[in-house]
């Protein structure tokens, strides 16, 4: 894949098995609903991981061509992106970011980065976003995307570069 275009001191780079721990503490940090749950911390714990587990094996069942991304900040591990090179679209799997690194403006960053690689292969660009979700729904919104498709409790959006817009806008 070619080098994308990002803001300065933002990079995103193949995951490796030493970014494990990295991703665990990541999908940690996304999963508030479980760390409520009434149980011990023992056991929240082991659901998050048993969930973390799942999450990474059905990605690799859905889509097992998908590419995992590390994305850095000034070499320091704030997030993951997973993506999806089809033959006919680019699928953005997963963004996530640390609570640190969100509202800044850095997924933004890097979806446009990919928007950019599925621009010079002249290829859709496709995500699934869950409908409740107003905040990441406005972002993809700001960025271009459409609603293509609802099947609850998600929608499909989709993103046409430049030379496909006349086609399918």
Known sequence: MQKLNLPDGLSVRPASGNDKLFLESLYQSTREDLLVLDASED????????????????????????????????QESIGKATIDFGH?????????????????GLG???????????????????????????????LYHKLGFVTDEIQLPYERMIWYPPALRAIHV
């Open 108 to 138: 933004a960053a890097v979806i446009q980065a990919f928007q950019q690689a599925a621009a010079m292969i002249a290829a859709p660009m496709t995500l699934s976003v869950l409908q409740n979700n107003l905040q990441a729904k406005a």
């Open 88 to 104: 006919n679209e680019v699928h953005l799997i997963d963004l996530a970011l640390i609570p640190a690194a969100r509202g800044k």
């Open 43 to 74: 056991q929240k714990a082991e659901l998050i991981e048993m969930q973390f587990r799942a999450q990474t094996q059905g990605y690799g069942n859905a889509y097992p061509n998908a590419m995992y991304f590390v994305i850095e900040k000034h």
